[in-house]
């Protein structure tokens, strides 16, 4: 029953009290678990709603190193939109989203296919935990060992040498045409385990029957996965796919330890911009236009995702 310009202020009135007894019955009945998500809530407050607040505050002053100069306006956002930094900065963010978003939901579906096909346990519990590894490794390991692996000198440059492939050694973390690849695939590379599992877990409720009724109807092994494993999947796909958009539009870590002079046009995104504006450069209101600009584009981001087919059946 929703309030229209036709009812009374009594009627009104009536349906405010109601609501009202609905909350409190609520809070009476539910208190214990309201307490335990508290903690949470007021960590969320103080950590990230605050902490939001005051940046789209200071996007609208001329703020530097002590503090406010006043209200500006959205001169801060003209700025930012004008700039040719932000707008590389912004197609760099759209493309390595993109990319870190098609690879990072569809592959790990490879290894979670492969290590639910894989009978000795043993071997299936060493699987797990070699893929999982990455993800437990900051990207300061990550980004050193791919270094020495990518380097002139390094393994893949020897074998490609070694092969006939190539004339001269790659310049894989100094070539801006290897910086967006680099970003996407290391990333992907790290977080393939973490997403792997949760496929994994998926795979783990299905009924081996229907693919023995699928094997016996004379389905093939890519027919079966086709038609029975990947509708299966399907839930565990929208999770992924959620939260693999949301977390590449804030790409950062793996992308400023590849930024040098070279590589700077292609792996700068929005994220190190307000970074370098802010924290090197002290021009806060810019800097955080460009944050909010960026908070916009991931609601926007997650909002097309949720518009998905699925997603609104799945309650995500």
């Given amino acids: 029953m929703a309030v229209t310009d036709d ?6 009135a009536g349906l405010l009290r109601i609501r009202l007894g609905r909350v409190r019955s609520s809070l009476k009945r539910y208190w214990p678990y ?6 949470a809530l007021i960590w969320l407050a103080m950590f990230l709603a605050w902490p939001m607040l005051q940046g789209i505050l200071i996007s609208f002053q001329k703020f530097g190193l ?12 003209l700025e930012a939109l004008q700039d040719r930094t932000v707008i590389q900065a912004t197609i760099n963010t759209v493309l390595i989203t993109i990319g870190i978003t098609i690879s990072g939901t569809l592959l790990p579906i490879i290894p979670a296919i492969a290590l639910a096909e894989i009978t000795p346990r043993p071997m299936r519990s060493l699987l797990q935990s070699a893929i999982y590894a990455p993800h437990l490794l900051g990207w300061v390991i990550i980004i050193g060992i791919w270094v020495n692996v990518l380097s002139p000198i390094g393994l893949v440059n020897s074998i490609l040498n070694g092969l006939g492939l190539i004339d001269g050694p790659i310049p894989f973390f100094s070539s801006p045409h290897w910086g967006q690849p680099l970003v996407i695939g290391l990333t992907t590379w790290k977080d393939l385990g973490f997403h792997a599992l949760i496929y994994y877990a998926a795979l783990m409720t299905l009924n081996t029957e229907l693919i023995e009724a699928a094997a016996m109807d004379g389905a093939n092994g890519l027919q079966r996965i086709r038609d029975v494993v990947i509708p299966h999947l399907m839930p565990a796909i929208r999770v992924v796919l959620l939260i693999t958009v ?9 992308a400023f330890l590849m930024l040098n002079g070279r590589t700077a ?18 021009d806060l209101g810019v800097a955080s236009a460009a944050g909010v600009i960026l908070l916009i584009f991931s609601l926007l981001l997650g909002l097309g995702v949720r518009m998905l087919p699925g997603f609104k059946r799945q309650g995500l």
Avoid: C, K
Wanted: a negative charge; hydrophobic letters at 35%; charged letters at 20%.
């Fill in 246 to 254: 949301l977390g590449a539009s804030h790409t950062f870590d793996s």
């Fill in 7 to 12: 009812m009374s202020p009594r009627e009104g």
């Fill in 66 to 77: 002590m503090g406010s100069q006043g209200y500006v306006g959205f001169d801060n956002y």
């Fill in 265 to 282: 046009e292609t792996v700068r995104t929005l994220a190190i911009f307000t970074y370098e504006r802010g924290i090197l450069r002290f």
């Fill in 34 to 39: 309201y307490l335990m998500i508290a903690p």
